[in-house]
């Protein structure tokens, strides 16, 4: 263990041990993991035995276990109605599918632990079930909420660092310099989707809350990604066919601010070829993407193309195991196709269909709350199209954190509904 992992462990041991008596600090550590992959000189190990490392990730995994056993033993939401819950039902269907395809891995040659490795960070999943079971989680969530801001504007100053100060800077495929992971897009969108579509505070501030978006933005900037950039613009349209005339007219002035400053932010990030401007710059990367011959275009069609020619091999579980670096693909569905044929995607499927399916029944008191979580939930999928960021664990936490306040409002819903019928 390293320095840095050795000052973690002092912090992180102690904090999950208060989690069993304060469960919502489970959300704020998990949503402080993607954070930690910039400290410098840290694995993220907690704890090691001989050659065994055990990561933060593990231990918080074994927490969430711990609360999940407790509340379903002393049932303080009855497991009945906790488990007749749509998305409840999803979740383990989805978890057990993840067994299945990791006991074919290790049949196929796959080391124990490496299983073993996946089906926990597949566990995170099991966060949407314990949200609801958290006391007072609705008065609790706002909180969250507002840390999930910090969280976004410390990412951005991470990549605002990396970038102009200690140079930590890569390239993209496409030649696009960067400073955050792609998949870092999906954690910074969760807070912009709350300024925008639910914040009561930052509804009543206009320049405050543009001044924060444009904040925002420039991490998404860092991060490096076209696909970000279409997700955010996504998002925009929507919070725009969503708000009230009065706030569309009034906002037009207040945006026009906001562009400008997000572009005079992002103007000195980007190091234009001599003899080129930026304008300039920006169509031929637009042309890129849409240009059939252009060499990034045809490496990620390969990638889809050898999918299809699996999948018309072995249609129903594809190579039926967990996916390796060299035959990743980063669109979600191609993905699935090629491991784990039409089975996996249906399942997958299946967990999207849910997801919509409940908030169109789920009767929630604040519809802008509901607009909130699904229009992240959209951009997170519209996202995870063209990149990796589902089979990312640290970053699609906040997207099972958004199944859990969905969830939580469907078994809430069905105890007031049992308590009105009684009466």
């Known amino acids: 263990m390293t320095i840095g992992d050795v000052i973690l462990s002092a912090i992180f041991l102690p904090l999950g041990i208060l989690c069993l008596f304060r469960p ?204 970000g950039w279409l997700a955010l613009i996504f998002v925009l349209i929507m919070w725009y066919f969503y708000s009230e005339y009065k706030m569309k007219i009034s906002w037009i002035p207040s945006v026009g601010i906001a562009l400008l400053l997000t572009f005079i932010l992002i103007l000195p990030t980007h190091r234009i070829i001599p003899g080129r401007s930026m304008v300039g710059d920006f169509v031929v990367r637009i042309s890129d993407t849409i240009n059939l011959e252009d060499e990034n275009t045809q490496e990620r069609l390969a990638k889809w193309k050898y999918s299809f020619e699996i999948f018309k ?42 997801i919509f399916k409940q908030f169109k029944n789920s009767s929630f008191k604040n519809h802008r709350y509901k607009r909130f979580l699904r229009v992240y939930i959209l951009a997170f999928i519209l996202f995870s199209t063209f990149n990796t960021s589902f089979s990312d664990p640290l970053s699609r936490v906040f997207f099972f954190f958004s199944l859990g306040f969905l969830n939580t409002e469907i078994v809430i819903g069905s105890l007031s509904t049992i308590k009105e019928d009684r009466l």
């Open 24 to 227: 919502i600090f489970l959300l704020y550590l998990f949503a402080i993991l993607p954070v930690l992959r910039f400290l410098p000189a840290t694995s993220l190990t907690i704890l090691s035995f001989g050659s065994i490392n055990i990561y933060v990730y593990d231990y918080l995994i074994l927490i969430m276990a711990l609360l999940l056993i407790y509340y379903l033993l002393f049932k303080r939401q009855p497991g009945n109605r906790l488990f007749a819950s749509p998305i409840t039902k999803v979740i383990v269907l989805v978890f057990i599918w993840d067994i299945f395809i990791g006991i074919l891995s290790f049949l196929k040659g796959f080391n124990l632990a490496n299983v073993l490795r996946y089906l926990s960070m597949d566990s995170v999943m099991f966060i949407a079930i314990l949200i609801p079971q958290i006391e007072d989680i609705n008065i609790k969530k706002e909180r969250f909420f507002k840390f999930g801001i910090i969280i976004g504007v410390v990412f951005t100053f991470f990549g605002i660092w990396r970038y102009f100060v200690s140079y930590a800077i890569e390239a993209t495929s496409s030649g696009t310099a960067r400073t955050l992971l792609g998949n870092d897009v999906v954690i910074i969108l969760f807070p912009i989707c709350y300024i925008l579509f639910y914040s009561d505070f930052f509804r009543k501030h206009k320049m405050l809350s543009l001044g924060t978006i444009s904040l925002l933005s420039i991490g998404i900037n860092f991060a490096g990604h076209r696909s």
């Open 313 to 354: 091999k072995r249609p129903l579980l594809g190579l039926g195991r967990y996916p390796v670096q060299t035959l990743s693909t980063d669109n979600i569905f191609a993905r699935k196709l090629l491991h784990q044929g039409i089975l996996g995607l249906t399942v997958l499927v299946i967990l999207f269909y849910v």
